[in-house]
Structures are given as structure tokens and as C-alpha cells.
């Protein structure tokens, strides 16, 4: 390749390469840098290793990625493309953490802001509850139940639970009436004129 006008030597590493392999340089009498993007980019990270460890601080280890790939740096997992959501302000069109991690600080995200509580916090109040839903005592507990007027978590309950409160729209009155009905106390109103009916006390 040596001598051929579309090929450049690099100063740093003396390979002889595609004109491509060289950054812009507006002060080169042929418009080209001296050293090869390669040599120039190892060069950097280098400088940068070396000024983050003179102020103390780590530095992680640079990793192969394939092309198609990308490294997440939350879970340390090499993962295609298709796994990382899309973000248009990104310099490669990606979004700095992979789907599954994404979910994972969404879901911890969602429990801080919405019930102020840590994922161990929440998994605590499970052990404390014994490991299962707290009103039937047998299936796994999965979501976090707060009085809507306070604010305040009372538990954690299963899906069906946790849907059977908000059907009842969390009246005591209607649960208890509810429970009545099951145990066979089934009610009837009294019919006091047309029209009219006294519910039972």
C-alpha cells in the first residue's frame, strides 16, 4: 500500500493506511493528521485514565463490543442493538442503559415516588408479612397497597387482593357487608312504603 496516493503512514504506529483512517487536520499540508483516529483515540483514553487516577478516582476497564452491540454499563452485559431503547440525543442513537435495566430503575423509581420507599424497604415489610399477601394469606405478595387519603402503606398485597380493594373503593362499610354475604348473612332492605327501603343496621 506504501506509495500509492490513496494511503498515508501513520507517525505513531507506522502502518501504512487508507486515507479514511486519518482525522481532518486544517494545518497539514495534505488536510490530514499525522496520527491514524486509532492511534489518536487510544491516546486520549489513555490521557484520560491518567488524569482521573491522578484525582483518585476509577477508571473502568475499556471493553471489545462487537458491531450491532452495546456495553451496559449498569449490568456489565454486552447485549444487540435491539435490547436498548432508542434516544435521538445520544451520539450513537441509544439509550445509556439496556431495556432490562431501564425497568429495573423504573420500577424503583416508581416505588421511591409513589410509596417513598427503598425495594428493601418494600421487601422487608413482604418478610414481615410472612412472605404472602396479607388478606388471603396465600398468594404472593406484588403490590405495594397505600390508604389514598393519607398516604400511608399498609401492606402488600397479590393482583386479586389489591383489585378486590379498589373495586370496593377501600370501604369498610362495603367489605364488611361484602364478608357478611359470604358467610351466608345475606340481607335483605325492609320495604317501609313505595319507594322507600330501610337498609338493615
Same mark, same amino acid.
Given at each position: 500500500?506504501?506509495?500509492?496516493? +490513496?494511503?498515508?503512514?501513520?507517525?505513531?504506529?507506522?502502518?501504512?493506511?487508507?486515507?479514511?483512517? &486519518?482525522?481532518?487536520?486544517?494545518?497539514?499540508?495534505?488536510?490530514?493528521?499525522?496520527?491514524?483516529?486509532?492511534?489518536?483515540?487510544?491516546?486520549?483514553?489513555?490521557? =484520560?485514565?491518567?488524569?482521573?487516577?491522578?484525582?483518585?478516582?476509577?477508571?473502568?476497564?475499556?471493553?471489545?463490543v462487537p458491531a450491532g452491540h452495546k456495553?451496559?454499563?449498569?449490568?456489565?452485559?454486552?447485549?444487540?442493538?435491539?435490547?436498548?431503547?432508542?434516544?435521538?440525543?445520544?451520539?450513537?442513537?441509544?439509550?445509556?442503559?439496556?431495556?432490562?435495566?431501564?425497568?429495573?430503575?423504573?420500577?424503583?423509581?416508581?416505588?421511591?415516588?409513589? =410509596?417513598?420507599?427503598?425495594?428493601?424497604?418494600?421487601?422487608?415489610?413482604?418478610? &414481615?408479612?410472612?412472605?404472602?399477601?396479607?388478606?388471603?394469606?396465600?398468594?404472593?405478595?406484588?403490590?405495594?397497597?397505600?390508604?389514598?387519603?393519607?398516604?400511608?402503606?399498609?401492606?402488600?398485597?397479590? &393482583?386479586?387482593? +389489591?383489585?378486590?380493594?379498589?373495586?370496593?373503593?377501600?370501604?369498610?362499610?362495603?367489605?364488611?357487608?361484602?364478608?357478611a354475604y359470604v358467610e351466608g348473612n345475606a340481607w335483605k332492605p325492609t320495604l317501609?312504603?313505595?319507594?322507600?327501603?330501610?337498609?338493615?343496621?
Amino acid at each position: 500500500m506504501a506509495g500509492e496516493p +490513496n494511503a498515508k503512514q501513520c507517525t505513531k504506529c507506522k502502518r501504512e493506511l487508507p486515507l479514511a483512517a &486519518f482525522a481532518r487536520g486544517k494545518n497539514r499540508r495534505d488536510g490530514l493528521q499525522v496520527h491514524c483516529r486509532e492511534c489518536v483515540a487510544e491516546y486520549s483514553a489513555a490521557h =484520560y485514565r491518567r488524569r482521573r487516577e491522578a484525582v483518585g478516582k476509577s477508571v473502568r476497564a475499556r471493553a471489545e463490543v462487537p458491531a450491532g452491540h452495546k456495553l451496559c454499563r449498569t449490568c456489565g452485559e454486552v447485549k444487540p442493538h435491539s435490547e436498548w431503547h432508542r434516544n435521538a440525543t445520544a451520539s450513537d442513537g441509544l439509550s445509556t442503559r439496556c431495556k432490562a435495566c431501564r425497568a429495573i430503575r423504573g420500577r424503583q423509581d416508581h416505588l421511591k415516588r409513589q =410509596y417513598g420507599l427503598t425495594e428493601a424497604e418494600r421487601d422487608e415489610l413482604i418478610a &414481615f408479612q410472612g412472605g404472602v399477601c396479607c388478606i388471603c394469606l396465600s398468594a404472593p405478595p406484588e403490590h405495594v397497597d397505600h390508604c389514598h387519603e393519607t398516604g400511608r402503606v399498609r401492606g402488600v398485597l397479590c &393482583f386479586s387482593c +389489591n383489585a378486590a380493594l379498589g373495586q370496593f373503593k377501600d370501604r369498610p362499610d362495603a367489605i364488611r357487608r361484602a364478608a357478611a354475604y359470604v358467610e351466608g348473612n345475606a340481607w335483605k332492605p325492609t320495604l317501609v312504603a313505595p319507594g322507600v327501603y330501610r337498609l338493615p343496621s
